[in-house]
């Protein structure tokens, strides 16, 4: 294809630097791109903007914390799932997961979700504080488990010191 600024010479197929923009925000990505060897004019054929626009959200991924699509793809792949496990695991669409894997942008509550089930740190904190949640909720209502005879949750081994609160002992 014939440059189009100065039509002296044919545009070759090279990486190169380039600008673009998402929701407001410039980023700057090396990538495959058209470029005049005369005149320095560069711009993305047909068949690279996808890979254009996928690196440069990628870029706005990292920036705002969000997983990039080869971190969603190699997570779900280290998990041994296809796209259409991890949208039933997620209840998120397989259509989504194809297209975040792809360059489309999740949403922040889309991100921790698909974290939930694919980052095991970001998993591991959450059943954490889950796991404290409960055993607050717990202690604090000794009578649950005095009148109910036996404690069903059975991670609440030994009973707390105490256990037995006079101030319930006579709903008992
Ligand atoms: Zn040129």
Same mark, same amino acid.
Request: hydrophobic share 10%.
């Given at each position: 294809m014939l440059c189009i600024k100065c039509r002296k010479a044919e545009l070759e197929t090279k990486s190169a630097e380039l600008e673009g923009e998402i929701q407001g925000e410039t980023f700057s990505v090396n990538c495959p791109a058209l470029v005049c060897p005369k005149c320095g004019y560069k711009t993305i054929g047909a068949g690279q903007v996808q890979t254009f626009m996928r690196l440069l959200a990628d870029q706005f991924r990292e920036k705002h914390g969000l997983l990039t699509s080869e971190e969603i793809k190699r997570m779900r792949r280290e998990m041994g799932w296809s796209q259409s496990e991890l949208a039933m695991k997620t209840g998120a669409g397989s259509a989504s997961i194809k297209r975040w894997e792809l360059g489309k942008i999740q949403d922040a509550a889309m991100d921790k979700l698909l974290r939930l089930f694919l980052d095991p740190e970001y998993a591991r904190r959450h059943a954490k504080e889950m796991n404290e949640t409960d055993r607050r909720l717990v202690w604090s209502q000794p009578y649950l488990q005095f009148s109910h005879?036996?404690?069903?949750?059975?991670? /609440?081994?030994?009973?707390?010191?105490?256990? /037995?609160?006079p101030d319930f002992a006579e709903t008992c």
């Open positions: 005879g036996e404690d069903t949750r059975s991670s /609440y081994k030994p009973l707390p010191p105490f256990y /037995y609160n």
